[in-house]
């Protein structure tokens, strides 16, 4: 048999390495910013860009794509080429990628904080970025699978098929969570409103979770966790059943993030049962990855990658554990809206992300650079600090989470609320944002110490640049007749079809019967479209993040009704493009905030000295002040294509209302701040705050109006 | 988003397209399972061996010393 020479180039491998280090404490470091803020409300100084809602999308990106991301393309790059035995496809398309998910990176700093979202979670970036996202994520994909179609192995390794479907799934879910209809270059309405908006976005936002936070993590973990034993995975068929296992049934499991809301009640259901089943395949994983390490418990002793390792897959276990609890329903109605969902997302980026690219980082740098560590003391006094760090930072919220929905849902003997004063639960919980502050330091301290490690590291040594391999050609395989599982794997391209296939299914069942049958959202004379200042009010509450801190989604518990007012029905959200449920309660629910007679209502004046300074109004806020709504121009001149954008997306506004829309806005512009001036407020007409106070008074509004008349005038 | 709602409404029986796609899926990982039990041991072996077989551990560290 004749063996083939190639080469592995390290340079692609080395380039993504870096981006994950630089983005990992920009992301780390812009996450401590907004929990520093949360104590510190004040902190921001009326500088719209660092408010809490406009950076905390900055962090929850920056952390996913930019270091996960660049983690995941370091793991790839490097180890499929090797399992395969063969160079990446094309030196050119890993260029390409790089500086593409590079610039996307940059677009998404460069536009999030100073407003330009579109409002739904991980999602957040503009169609022109998401566009970009979609190419560059398709040169990579080309790059993968061609890869994997000139390997000279007659086998593919499961690590390979844990990237392959991530490729595919992030793909359908990039793509479907994103049709948008643009308004502008940066501004644009997702095709879907509502409930529906809703399923979208979580199916999405679960499944990027697997697909983009797991799955190729559970690749390198097949990848490196052997690597770094020298031995080989504990089990090959349970990697196998894992694998499939895993992808058919996460695609389902988007639902339990709309438990007790207006979503149908059989879609829970359906998130439920196969949030529960997850358990199995998600264990088999852990324990796959643990066993491993059998009988080499002395060498995880002695080694930080081993010992970081060990850390990520036991996380990993507690995480997939967890999230099958809390898509229990009892458990849910506890643990939704609080910290709780804030802690057990750490214990998966922290734990089972982090701790894997360190591990993975610490055992890469010495082989690229050929040296050994500089220092193995200071790896381990990371590990420590991460491990340590992770702890400090999630205990605390565990608590926080739990105390303050008990606060919530308590009741005096008399019957009434015993914490009516929402903000009376928020100061219950300040001391544990500021515990979980000292252990988000704790872990960046360790970070900048491996910064400090492999850059010694990568000065000691030389850089290789390319690794010589040689390995025959796949033809001599050929004579061998496969059967099984094998031919499956030993075809690439079907294997990527198949998988694409189990992941629509689920997707498809979710979705068929969601869009199709009209009794799942139920609807209601009296909900009307927007007003053009309202509309424009919704998307200042976009653009500033509110939607971070506030949901909009009433439960149907007697501790939510009495405090909010009545339960969210599925049939008033059908105007909203996008929805704006929320998933994190810092401060109240807002649904039916402008209902008059409800336990909320405020008058607009109120709204207006809170906006400029919550703290004047609620002493122990932690509201950021938002000052330049004052100060701003509210900016109409793009009202008539917004409504006519609306009209496409099937909002019931009258024909030719997009020209009479800016004479709607300012007639109501008016009335509001006339209002406003009789009570000695010095205010024009056209400030955004007037907007923003239109929107916030419309909310909740629409059953509860008896005339059968509306805000919305149809002439 | 109507558009595509008339689309699928006017397929005969699509209700029956989501119960169909859960069986094939079943039916498949049940196949899968049973698949993946007779793999033979020598195969099982050499996959596992994939990450392996190259030897990159030229780094004294104290995790590879068993090489």
């Known amino acids: 048999m004749e063996l083939q020479k190639f080469t592995y180039d390290n340079k692609i491998t080395r380039l993504f390495m870096n981006a994950t280090i630089l983005w990992g404490i920009v992301g780390m470091l812009v996450g401590l910013t907004i929990a520093l803020e949360l104590v510190f409300p004040l902190m921001s100084g009326g500088i719209s860009w660092l408010s809490f809602g406009r950076l905390r999308p900055l962090h929850t990106n920056a952390v996913i794509f930019a270091f996960v991301g660049n983690g995941l393309f370091t793991g790839i790059y490097y180890s499929a080429p090797r399992l395969l035995k063969t160079p990446m496809f094309s030196e050119l398309l890993g260029k390409i990628h790089f500086w593409g998910w590079q610039l996307i990176i940059v677009a998404a700093a460069l536009t999030l904080p100073f407003g330009f979202t579109v409002g739904k979670e991980y999602a957040e970036l503009e169609w022109p970025i998401d566009i970009a996202i979609a190419l560059i994520w398709v040169v990579f994909g080309i790059n993968l699978i061609m890869t994997t179609v000139k390997r000279r192995t007659k086998h593919i390794y499961v690590a390979i098929w844990f990237y392959i479907a991530t490729f595919v799934t992030v793909a359908v879910l990039h793509i479907v969570n994103s049709i948008n209809i643009p308004v502008s270059l940066l501004k644009s309405y997702p095709i879907y409103a509502g409930v529906q908006d809703a399923l979208v976005q979580w199916w999405y936002g679960h499944n990027a979770v697997a697909f983009f936070l797991t799955t190729p993590y559970l690749g390198m973990m097949y990848y490196f966790i052997p690597k770094a034993a020298n031995r080989p995975v504990y089990s090959y068929k349970l990697s196998i059943i894992h694998f499939w296992a895993l992808i058919f049934l996460y695609i389902w499991a988007g639902p339990h993030h709309l438990l007790y809301t207006a979503l149908p009640d059989w879609a829970q259901a359906l998130g439920v049962v196969f949030s529960v089943m997850l358990i199995a395949p998600s264990w088999g994983g852990m324990i796959n990855g643990l066993l491993t390490l059998r009988g080499a418990w002395d060498k995880v002793r002695e080694s930080p990658v081993l010992k970081m390792f060990v850390v990520a897959v036991t996380a990993y276990g507690m995480s997939t554990f967890e999230g099958p609890l809390l898509s229990l329903k009892s458990v849910n109605a506890i643990s939704h809206f609080t910290d709780w969902t804030i802690a057990h997302v750490h214990i998966g980026a922290l734990g089972w992300n982090g701790m894997m690219t360190f591990g993975m980082l610490y055992w890469l740098f010495p082989r690229i650079y050929k040296t050994q560590l500089f220092s193995t003391k200071l790896a381990n006094i990371h590990f420590w600090l991460a491990t340590t760090g992770m702890l400090f930072f999630a205990i605390p919220l565990y608590f926080a989470g739990f105390a303050q929905s008990l606060m919530w849902k308590e009741f005096t003997a008399d019957g009434y609320l015993k914490y009516p004063n929402f903000i009376e639960t928020v100061t219950q919980v300040i001391p544990m944002y500021g515990i979980r502050i000292l252990g988000g330091t704790l872990y960046i301290t360790g970070v900048i110490i491996m910064i400090f490690n492999l850059i010694k590291t990568a000065n000691a040594g030389t850089f290789v640049a390319t690794e010589d391999d040689e390995a025959p050609a796949l033809e001599s395989h050929a004579s061998v007749i496969d059967k099984g599982h094998r031919t499956l794997e030993g075809k690439p391209l079907l294997f990527t079809l198949l998988a694409l296939a189990a992941i629509l299914i689920g997707g498809i069942i979710e979705f068929v019967p969601m869009f199709m049958v009209k009794s799942n959202i139920p609807t209601i004379s009296s909900v009307k479209p927007y007003t053009p200042l309202e509309l424009e009010g919704r998307d200042i509450y976009i653009r500033e993040g509110c939607y971070n801190c506030h949901s909009q989604m009433i439960r149907p518990f007697r501790s939510e009704v009495e405090r909010y007012g009545d339960y969210t029905k599925a049939g008033e959200t059908v105007y909203d493009h996008p929805f704006q449920f929320g998933s994190k309660r810092t401060g109240p629910d807002l649904a039916r905030e402008g209902v008059k007679t409800g336990p909320l209502y405020k008058p607009n004046s109120w709204h207006y000295n809170h906006f400029f300074s919550p703290q004047k109004l609620v002493a122990e806020s932690i509201m950021p002040p938002f000052p330049w709504l004052i100060a701003n121009e509210l900016d109409y001149s793009k009202i008539s294509k917004k409504i006519s954008v609306m009209q496409t997306l099937g909002v019931p506004y009258p024909e030719g209302y997009a020209n009479q829309a800016k004479d709607e806005l300012l007639k109501q512009a008016n009335e509001i701040a006339q209002g406003l001036r009789n009570e000695g407020i010095d205010v024009t007409d056209t400030k955004e705050v007037i907007a923003l106070i239109a929107y916030i008074q419309r909310l909740g509004t629409d059953i509860h109006r008896t005339d059968g008349s509306s805000a919305f005038t149809n002439k | ?67």
């Open chain 2, 1 to 67: 988003m109507k558009i595509i709602a008339n689309t699928l409404e006017n397929i005969a029986g699509i209700e029956w397209y989501p119960i169909i796609g859960l069986f094939i899926f079943l039916i498949f990982f049940i196949v899968l399972i049973i698949r993946v039990m007779y793999l033979g041991q020598d195969e099982v072996q050499e996959l596992s061996q994939l990450p392996l077989d190259r030897n990159d551990n030229f780094v004294k560290e104290p995790n590879n010393q068993l090489n």
